[in-house]
């Protein structure tokens, strides 16, 4: 799954429903690049990169049917956002962005949330390694960087869709 001529760091299938490869960016040192593929019918997508806006109208989707476990879903995002630290060498890089590492961090989520599945288009399982691999990307590139911890407060204050939307494609407020 070559990116700009590029081997990926690491590549991995989650559901049989998505191939996610990690790319080498090039903003900081150790930068990652997040690229997926979903299965479309018998087909895959062209290569995409996950933005903001995606998994946050999926989590929209969810808070509509679940509320309560969609909340409780957002607060562990909101913990886990506290705890994740930026990537400070080439070995960390490789773990930290490999499937069977993060799935280990979020193996009481997976258990606890995966009803929410049947909601919006993406699985818990495909959400919580976005959400992991989106949270290093932004703490790697920018230790100060915020707009997934924006997002995911204003997911939890209820905020109107239009102040969520604005968040999430970056159009101010």
């Keep these: ?3 700009r001529g590029e081997e990926p760091i690491n590549v991995f299938v989650i559901n049989n429903m ?6 080498k960016g090039k903003i900081s040192e150790y930068d990652i690049v997040i690229k997926y593929r ?3 019918g018998n087909k895959w997508s062209r290569l995409r990169t996950p933005k903001h806006i995606h998994w946050t109208v999926d989590l929209l989707l969810k808070l509509q049917k679940e509320p309560d476990k969609t ?6 995002l909101l913990k886990k956002w506290e705890e994740v630290e930026p990537i400070k060498s080439e070995e960390e890089r490789k773990l930290r962005t490999n499937i069977e590492y993060i799935i280990e961090h979020y193996k009481d989520e ?4 995966k009803e929410l599945s049947k909601h919006g288009e993406y699985s818990v399982k495909f959400l919580v390694v976005l959400a992991e691999l ?3 990307q932004e703490k790697t590139n920018r230790e100060d960087a915020y707009m997934f911890k924006k997002l995911l407060e204003a997911l939890k204050r209820g905020e109107s869709i239009y102040k969520i939307v604005s968040i999430a494609a970056h159009t101010g407020n």
């Design 1 to 3: 799954m070559q990116w």
């Design 18 to 23: 998505y191939i996610v490869g990690i790319y």
């Design 38 to 40: 979903q299965k479309e």
């Design 71 to 76: 909340q409780e879903f957002i607060d562990i």
């Design 110 to 113: 997976l258990d606890n949330y």
């Design 134 to 136: 989106l949270m290093i």
